[in-house]
T-cell receptor, first 113, second 116 residues
Protein backbone atom coordinates (compact mmCIF):
# COMPACT_ATOMS: atom_id res chain seq x y z
CA UNK A 1 0.00 0.00 0.00
CA UNK A 2 1.32 3.44 -0.94
CA UNK A 3 1.98 5.41 2.21
CA UNK A 4 3.64 8.61 3.35
CA UNK A 5 4.77 8.80 6.97
CA UNK A 6 5.92 12.02 8.62
CA UNK A 7 7.76 12.71 11.85
CA UNK A 8 7.56 14.21 14.31
CA UNK A 9 3.80 14.59 14.58
CA UNK A 10 4.28 17.96 16.25
CA UNK A 11 7.20 20.19 17.13
CA UNK A 12 7.68 23.32 19.22
CA UNK A 13 10.72 25.53 18.67
CA UNK A 14 11.84 29.00 19.65
CA UNK A 15 11.87 31.80 17.14
CA UNK A 16 15.19 32.01 15.32
CA UNK A 17 16.02 28.33 15.72
CA UNK A 18 16.36 25.80 12.90
CA UNK A 19 14.41 22.57 12.58
CA UNK A 20 14.18 19.54 10.33
CA UNK A 21 11.04 17.60 9.47
CA UNK A 22 11.15 14.04 8.15
CA UNK A 23 9.16 12.14 5.54
CA UNK A 24 9.36 8.45 4.60
CA UNK A 25 7.35 7.01 1.76
CA UNK A 26 6.57 3.65 0.20
CA UNK A 27 4.97 4.98 -2.99
CA UNK A 28 6.10 3.08 -6.05
CA UNK A 29 6.53 3.87 -8.86
CA UNK A 30 7.49 7.32 -7.69
CA UNK A 31 7.11 10.46 -9.77
CA UNK A 32 7.86 13.41 -7.53
CA UNK A 33 7.82 14.57 -3.92
CA UNK A 34 6.35 17.84 -2.71
CA UNK A 35 6.32 19.77 0.53
CA UNK A 36 3.34 21.97 1.33
CA UNK A 37 2.71 24.44 4.13
CA UNK A 38 -0.84 24.62 5.49
CA UNK A 39 -1.91 27.37 7.84
CA UNK A 40 -4.90 26.60 10.08
CA UNK A 41 -8.15 26.94 8.16
CA UNK A 42 -6.40 27.55 4.85
CA UNK A 43 -5.50 25.44 1.84
CA UNK A 44 -1.99 24.01 1.43
CA UNK A 45 0.63 26.15 -0.31
CA UNK A 46 3.40 24.54 -2.35
CA UNK A 47 6.95 24.99 -1.02
CA UNK A 48 9.05 22.63 -3.16
CA UNK A 49 8.68 19.94 -5.81
CA UNK A 50 11.44 17.42 -6.51
CA UNK A 51 11.67 14.66 -9.08
CA UNK A 52 13.53 11.43 -8.32
CA UNK A 53 16.70 12.82 -9.90
CA UNK A 54 16.88 15.85 -7.62
CA UNK A 55 18.60 15.69 -4.23
CA UNK A 56 17.89 19.11 -2.87
CA UNK A 57 15.76 22.15 -3.57
CA UNK A 58 15.51 25.44 -1.73
CA UNK A 59 12.79 28.06 -1.42
CA UNK A 60 14.01 30.90 0.75
CA UNK A 61 14.53 29.60 4.28
CA UNK A 62 13.08 26.21 3.32
CA UNK A 63 15.41 23.49 1.99
CA UNK A 64 14.09 20.07 1.01
CA UNK A 65 16.26 17.00 0.46
CA UNK A 66 15.39 13.74 -1.22
CA UNK A 67 17.02 10.31 -1.14
CA UNK A 68 15.11 8.23 -3.66
CA UNK A 69 17.12 5.12 -2.77
CA UNK A 70 16.06 5.11 0.87
CA UNK A 71 12.72 6.80 0.07
CA UNK A 72 13.31 9.56 2.57
CA UNK A 73 12.92 13.31 2.41
CA UNK A 74 13.49 16.11 4.85
CA UNK A 75 12.44 19.74 5.07
CA UNK A 76 14.86 22.05 6.86
CA UNK A 77 13.66 25.42 8.07
CA UNK A 78 16.33 27.97 8.86
CA UNK A 79 16.03 30.90 11.27
CA UNK A 80 12.39 30.16 12.07
CA UNK A 81 9.84 32.94 12.30
CA UNK A 82 6.51 33.11 14.10
CA UNK A 83 4.79 32.95 10.72
CA UNK A 84 6.32 29.52 10.12
CA UNK A 85 3.81 28.08 12.60
CA UNK A 86 1.73 25.75 10.43
CA UNK A 87 1.37 22.13 9.36
CA UNK A 88 3.97 20.92 6.89
CA UNK A 89 2.75 18.17 4.63
CA UNK A 90 4.85 15.78 2.57
CA UNK A 91 3.15 14.68 -0.64
CA UNK A 92 4.25 11.97 -3.05
CA UNK A 93 3.02 11.58 -6.59
CA UNK A 94 2.25 8.07 -7.78
CA UNK A 95 3.61 7.69 -11.29
CA UNK A 96 0.83 5.28 -12.09
CA UNK A 97 -1.84 7.90 -11.47
CA UNK A 98 -2.08 11.28 -13.14
CA UNK A 99 -4.19 12.80 -10.44
CA UNK A 100 -3.62 10.99 -7.20
CA UNK A 101 -1.24 12.70 -4.82
CA UNK A 102 -0.64 10.79 -1.59
CA UNK A 103 -0.47 13.11 1.39
CA UNK A 104 1.17 12.52 4.74
CA UNK A 105 -0.63 13.58 7.89
CA UNK A 106 1.70 16.52 8.36
CA UNK A 107 3.96 17.83 11.09
CA UNK A 108 2.43 20.60 13.16
CA UNK A 109 5.12 23.19 13.85
CA UNK A 110 4.70 25.85 16.53
CA UNK A 111 7.25 28.66 16.68
CA UNK A 112 7.25 30.45 20.02
CA UNK A 113 8.70 33.92 20.74
CA UNK B 1 -7.25 37.86 -6.37
CA UNK B 2 -6.46 35.33 -9.12
CA UNK B 3 -6.06 32.26 -6.93
CA UNK B 4 -8.41 29.30 -6.55
CA UNK B 5 -11.74 30.37 -5.11
CA UNK B 6 -14.15 28.10 -3.25
CA UNK B 7 -17.69 28.83 -2.13
CA UNK B 8 -19.15 28.69 0.36
CA UNK B 9 -16.38 28.74 2.97
CA UNK B 10 -18.60 27.09 5.53
CA UNK B 11 -21.72 24.96 5.19
CA UNK B 12 -23.80 23.60 8.05
CA UNK B 13 -26.62 21.26 7.17
CA UNK B 14 -28.77 18.53 8.63
CA UNK B 15 -28.09 14.88 7.96
CA UNK B 16 -29.88 13.70 4.85
CA UNK B 17 -29.78 17.02 3.02
CA UNK B 18 -27.99 17.61 -0.28
CA UNK B 19 -25.14 20.11 -0.53
CA UNK B 20 -23.24 21.58 -3.45
CA UNK B 21 -19.85 23.31 -3.41
CA UNK B 22 -18.30 25.41 -6.12
CA UNK B 23 -14.67 25.83 -7.15
CA UNK B 24 -13.30 28.45 -9.51
CA UNK B 25 -9.76 27.49 -10.55
CA UNK B 26 -6.96 29.73 -11.77
CA UNK B 27 -8.16 30.72 -15.22
CA UNK B 28 -5.39 29.23 -17.35
CA UNK B 29 -5.27 25.94 -15.43
CA UNK B 30 -6.83 23.02 -17.29
CA UNK B 31 -6.61 20.52 -14.41
CA UNK B 32 -8.89 20.68 -11.41
CA UNK B 33 -8.81 18.41 -8.36
CA UNK B 34 -11.08 17.75 -5.40
CA UNK B 35 -9.77 16.55 -2.03
CA UNK B 36 -11.29 15.87 1.37
CA UNK B 37 -9.46 16.63 4.61
CA UNK B 38 -10.51 15.66 8.12
CA UNK B 39 -9.01 17.06 11.30
CA UNK B 40 -5.42 15.99 11.89
CA UNK B 41 -5.16 14.23 8.56
CA UNK B 42 -3.68 15.13 5.21
CA UNK B 43 -5.97 15.72 2.24
CA UNK B 44 -7.34 12.63 0.47
CA UNK B 45 -7.80 12.60 -3.28
CA UNK B 46 -11.40 12.41 -4.52
CA UNK B 47 -11.35 13.15 -8.25
CA UNK B 48 -9.77 15.25 -10.96
CA UNK B 49 -10.66 16.80 -14.29
CA UNK B 50 -8.66 17.71 -17.31
CA UNK B 51 -10.72 20.40 -18.99
CA UNK B 52 -14.30 19.09 -18.82
CA UNK B 53 -13.36 15.41 -18.68
CA UNK B 54 -13.40 13.63 -15.32
CA UNK B 55 -10.35 11.39 -15.71
CA UNK B 56 -10.00 9.72 -12.34
CA UNK B 57 -12.14 9.00 -9.31
CA UNK B 58 -11.11 7.65 -5.93
CA UNK B 59 -12.90 4.77 -4.24
CA UNK B 60 -13.70 7.37 -1.55
CA UNK B 61 -16.11 8.96 -4.01
CA UNK B 62 -19.25 7.00 -3.22
CA UNK B 63 -22.42 7.04 -5.29
CA UNK B 64 -23.67 9.95 -3.19
CA UNK B 65 -20.87 12.15 -4.50
CA UNK B 66 -20.84 13.68 -7.95
CA UNK B 67 -18.54 16.24 -9.49
CA UNK B 68 -18.91 18.19 -12.69
CA UNK B 69 -16.91 20.66 -14.72
CA UNK B 70 -19.29 21.33 -17.58
CA UNK B 71 -17.37 23.99 -19.49
CA UNK B 72 -13.89 23.16 -18.36
CA UNK B 73 -13.79 26.17 -16.07
CA UNK B 74 -15.52 26.09 -12.67
CA UNK B 75 -16.45 22.82 -10.98
CA UNK B 76 -19.15 21.71 -8.57
CA UNK B 77 -19.08 18.90 -6.04
CA UNK B 78 -22.45 17.64 -4.86
CA UNK B 79 -23.08 15.36 -1.92
CA UNK B 80 -26.53 13.77 -1.75
CA UNK B 81 -28.17 12.46 1.43
CA UNK B 82 -25.36 13.73 3.63
CA UNK B 83 -24.12 11.59 6.51
CA UNK B 84 -22.22 12.47 9.70
CA UNK B 85 -19.06 11.04 8.20
CA UNK B 86 -19.17 13.59 5.40
CA UNK B 87 -18.16 16.33 7.83
CA UNK B 88 -14.78 17.53 6.57
CA UNK B 89 -12.95 20.26 4.71
CA UNK B 90 -13.40 19.91 0.96
CA UNK B 91 -10.43 21.33 -0.90
CA UNK B 92 -10.18 22.21 -4.56
CA UNK B 93 -6.89 22.63 -6.42
CA UNK B 94 -5.91 23.49 -9.97
CA UNK B 95 -2.79 23.11 -12.06
CA UNK B 96 -1.47 23.11 -15.58
CA UNK B 97 -1.16 19.74 -17.29
CA UNK B 98 1.84 18.43 -19.18
CA UNK B 99 2.89 15.87 -16.64
CA UNK B 100 2.95 16.10 -12.88
CA UNK B 101 6.70 16.49 -12.56
CA UNK B 102 6.95 20.19 -11.98
CA UNK B 103 3.41 21.42 -11.91
CA UNK B 104 2.39 22.62 -8.46
CA UNK B 105 -1.21 22.34 -7.45
CA UNK B 106 -2.68 25.60 -6.23
CA UNK B 107 -5.26 25.05 -3.52
CA UNK B 108 -8.27 27.05 -2.50
CA UNK B 109 -9.04 27.61 1.17
CA UNK B 110 -11.70 24.93 1.14
CA UNK B 111 -15.33 24.54 2.12
CA UNK B 112 -15.82 23.29 5.66
CA UNK B 113 -18.88 21.06 5.84
CA UNK B 114 -20.53 20.31 9.18
CA UNK B 115 -23.35 17.78 9.35
CA UNK B 116 -25.69 18.15 12.31
Amino acid sequence: KNQVEQSPQSLIILEGKNCTLQCNYTVSPFSNLRWYKQDTGRGPVSLTIMTFSENTKSNGRYTATLDADTKQSSLHITASQLSDSASYICVVSDQGSQGNLIFGKGTKLSVKP
Amino acid sequence: DTGVSQNPRHKITKRGQNVTFRCDPISEHNRLYWYRQTLGQGPEFLTYFQNEAQLEKSRLLSDRFSAERPKGSFSTLEIQRTEQGDSAMYLCASSLSGGLSNQPQHFGDGTRLSIL
